[in-house]
């Protein structure tokens, strides 16, 4: 912690909690405008068919049934929703037309006078199906002959990119040896407590639709009056709504263009909430969903030289904007590791599956799953420990910044001393002890460790990499900062409450650079009409982006106070400092003039003013994301994101023979993201995102019939960690501030999750290998697949 911050790196009230622990957070449920009517939802039981008829009589024939509506009639006035590929044959809409494409893609929508009736309507809504041949996995649906998600398109593929950076060919042929794995990374989330809802409201007198929606999305107004077919600023979104979870995967377009159609023809509210099947059977909001088959290089002394690898992800039935989360780990494509040459093979097909979106890490924590796997296999194929080797090749302090092969530049960092501040937390040594303990009693039990980065600062370059027409080079991110009368200041920003403490961190970053208490400064969210520009929270950005805005905003805002305040004292601006709010002039600092009387002058004593200074103290700032502006090169190399977030894991792991169960007894991390802005939400954010990927190493995943059937449509099925499955985390910070913020702060929104599950993955491998069993590369790794790799090994040394 920095002695030269007042607020900032100190413990502080989370403002956000009075609210939350009192229940007195408002969401979109919560909202209900006098009149609203209800939509239920008609779905497709097939993972591929062709709509042959709908008959909607039965249901407009209930009582409270107000109309129904057809993915054919709402085509007709309404346009496709976003593709950031370039794939025009491939049309994404909220209710199918002539065909669906997954297990339930929404075919209908019935609207009734409550959710109940609607429901009710909704099964009497005769469809016809002919059904058509489904593809389920991706590699076959790349392959030749494989059926057709959109026969228009000709083929499964939506985009395949091919990169090589530095000396690729001569890293391998020079190497002394590799090591390869195939990694399965199967499909999961980030599954909320609250599931997607949205509320529109059409108001004929004005021609404006008003919008409140559980959402973390960018351009999601935007995007809303495009497939609406309305301008822009006739679309009025909400921020001041409360995010029941989200980290990524509230994104619901095709709930709002629905909402928002109904709403306009019927000119009444109309709500949508998402049942917890809906949500999870045809929301459209699973993660990734990959294959990796990574080659590690190395040296006779196990330095990297080069690394080759290929990924195969399934988008599901409509690609959207997952595909980019390809394009992510490009930034950090070599990890924390000197890897002279990379060679980089994405692909992004379609299958019978309902879609994904960005969840948590955009795609990278896969990415650093699968480089880890590789890492500790060199160390097997090598007999290298483990954290000797990862030291060996990790970017050193004082290589920084530091330029990987795909052209990113990494900001800051010191590896070496996170890994050593984990080391020292775990007591090693007496964690090996109780390892070697536990397995003596009969049990197996491993140590896993994983060392990651997180990207930080989310920008939009990834839509550059993977569609070269996407020409965007920036987030921009604003923030106004408006002073009373009194003195009391007001910070407006633009953004949705998705669970990042954002009133918390931006009343100290104001505090911190006005020089005023973050306690008296008021946070409010403007709407999409009033506010600044906003991406909103995503890629661990608001500290980062919204931090430079603040910055910015102070900034002006302290020119102007200065210019009153040297006006009354009878100096030129040159010769005045600020302190707090107060004015005084640098060679007499006993004349000064305080922040209220200023504040009085500016608002009400226009013959105190400087000349030609407008009344009043209010000013907007609008930051780019640092370290953007440029275009990807023909071969991909570009400054993807701005910071470097880094983290080491230790975890121990202990393994029931009998049945395979999975126990972590202990887990240590050590994270360093640059300059803390508030100590207690990063603690959150880093438990909070370990817990995450404990649950992709072990329970979470969405499963699918061959039939293309989801068997995983409520929390009976989808297993999550429990405080039972989820150990006590010990954790210790460090820090290396970055040289591209106003703080020096980095990324925390995703920590945890970046190296959680390559960590769990490898005590598990630790523990199967001291049994003489082979590495389970498929996540989550459940107690089927230890017992069934055990049984083989034991059958293998009886013959």
């Not at 370039?86 to 209908?108: D, F, H, I, N, S």
């Not at 099947?277 to 699973?286: A, L, P």
């Not at 072990?698 to 499963?703: I, V, W």
Request: net charge negative; aromatic share 6%.
């Amino acid at each position: 912690m920095s002695e030269s911050y007042r607020w900032v790196s100190r413990p502080g009230n989370i403002r956000e909690d009075r609210r939350f622990v009192t229940g007195r957070g408002r969401y979109v449920a919560d909202i209900t405008p006098a009149g609203t009517l209800h939509v239920g939802l008609v779905t497709s039981p097939y993972a591929h068919a062709r709509i042959t008829g709908v008959d909607v009589s039965e249901a407009l024939a209930l009582d409270g049934v107000v109309a129904v509506l057809t993915g054919v009639e709402l085509a007709k006035d309404t346009d496709p929703l976003r593709q950031y590929l370039a794939v025009p044959e491939v049309e994404w809409r909220p209710l199918a037309v002539e065909e669906t494409r997954y297990a339930g893609e929404w075919v209908a929508a019935v609207v009734a006078e409550s959710r109940a009736v609607a429901e009710d309507g909704a099964e009497l809504v005769s469809v016809d199906y002919e059904p058509l041949e489904a593809v389920l996995d991706p590699e076959a649906a790349a392959a030749p002959g494989s059926p057709l998600v959109h026969a228009a398109h000709g083929t499964n593929v939506m985009a395949h990119r091919e990169f090589r950076w530095g000396e690729v060919d001569a890293a391998f042929e020079q190497a002394a040896g590799t090591s390869r794995v195939r990694c399965r990374w199967n499909r999961n989330s980030t599954v909320p407590i609250e599931t997607f809802g949205v509320v529109a409201s059409w108001d004929r007198t004005r021609d404006l639709l008003d919008v409140w929606a559980s959402i973390q999305m960018p351009q999601f107004p935007d995007q809303l009056a495009h497939a609406l077919r309305i301008p822009t600023n006739q679309v009025r979104v909400h921020f001041d709504v409360d995010v029941g979870g989200s980290y990524g995967v509230k994104r619901g377009i095709k709930h709002g263009v629905l909402t928002g159609y109904l709403s306009r023809m019927l000119g009444v509210p109309v709500k949508l909430i998402e049942d917890r099947t809906e949500n999870m059977h045809g929301g459209d909001f699973h993660g990734p969903d990959r294959i990796f088959d990574v080659e590690l290089a190395y040296t006779a002394d196990g330095v990297f030289t080069g690394i080759r690898i290929d990924v195969i992800d399934d988008e599901g039935a409509y690609p959207g904007r997952s595909p980019l989360q390809l394009a992510k780990p490009i930034g950090a494509i070599v990890g924390p590791y000197r890897i002279g040459g990379v060679a980089y093979n994405a692909t992004a097909v379609v299958t019978n599956k309902t879609g994904q979106v960005a969840v948590r890490g955009f795609g990278q924590s896969p990415t650093n799953y699968a480089i880890e796997a590789a890492v500790d296999a060199a160390a097997r194929d090598l007999g290298v420990d483990r954290l000797e080797l990862r030291r060996r090749n990790f970017i050193q302090p004082e290589e920084f910044p530091y330029r990987i092969p795909s052209g990113t530049e990494y900001d800051s960092g010191d590896y070496p001393a996170v890994l050593d501040k984990a080391e020292a937390l775990a007591d090693l040594a007496a964690l090996e002890a109780r390892r070697d303990e536990i397995r003596a009693s009969g049990r197996l039990a491993g140590i896993g460790v994983a060392t990651c980065l997180e990207p930080g600062g989310g920008n939009a370059i990834f839509e550059n990499v993977m569609n070269p027409a996407n020409d965007k080079t920036t987030f921009p991110e604003g923030c106004r900062l408006r002073v009373d009368s009194d003195g009391q200041v007001t910070a407006v920003i633009g953004i949705s409450s998705a669970g990042q403490s954002h009133d918390t961190m931006v009343s100290t970053l104001v505090g911190e650079e006005l020089g005023r208490d973050p306690r008296t400064i008021a946070v409010i969210r403007a709407d999409s009409l009033t506010g600044m520009p906003s991406q909103s929270p995503v890629g661990s950005r608001m500290t980062i982006v919204l931090g430079q805005a603040i910055r910015g905003a102070a900034d002006e805002l302290k020119a102007k106070v200065a210019a009153i305040g040297a006006h009354n004292l009878g100096v030129s601006p040159e010769e005045v400092g600020y302190d707090g709010g107060e004015v005084f002039v640098r060679t007499d600092p006993d004349r000064r003039l305080g922040w209220r009387e200023i504040a009085a002058i500016a608002h009400r004593k226009q013959h105190r003013m400087p000349p030609g200074i407008q009344p009043g103290l209010e000013v907007v700032h609008v930051a780019h994301t640092p370290r953007s502006g440029t275009l990807a090169a023909p071969d991909g190399t570009v400054q993807l994101y701005p910071c470097y977030s880094f983290e080491a894991h230790l975890v121990l792991a202990v393994i029931d023979p009998g049945t395979g169960r999975v126990e972590l007894d202990r887990y240590f991390i050590a994270h360093d993201c640059g300059t803390v802005i508030n100590p207690d939400v990063v603690r959150g954010m880093v438990y909070g995102g370990t817990a995450h990927g404990i649950g992709v190493a072990l329970y979470e995943q969405f499963a699918f019939s061959p039939e293309g059937q989801p068997l995983t449509t409520s929390f009976m099925d989808y297993l999550l960690p429990s405080a039972h499955e989820v150990p006590d985390i010990a954790d210790a910070e460090h820090c290396t501030p970055s040289p591209f913020t106003s703080l020096g702060q980095k990324g925390a929104g995703e920590a945890g999750y970046m190296g959680a599950p390559a960590a769990v993955a490898g005590a598990v491998n630790d523990a199967l290998a001291a049994r003489g069993a082979p590495p389970i590369h498929a996540l989550p790794i459940k107690p089927s697949d230890v017992w069934s790799a055990l049984r083989a090994t034991e059958e293998q040394g009886e013959k």
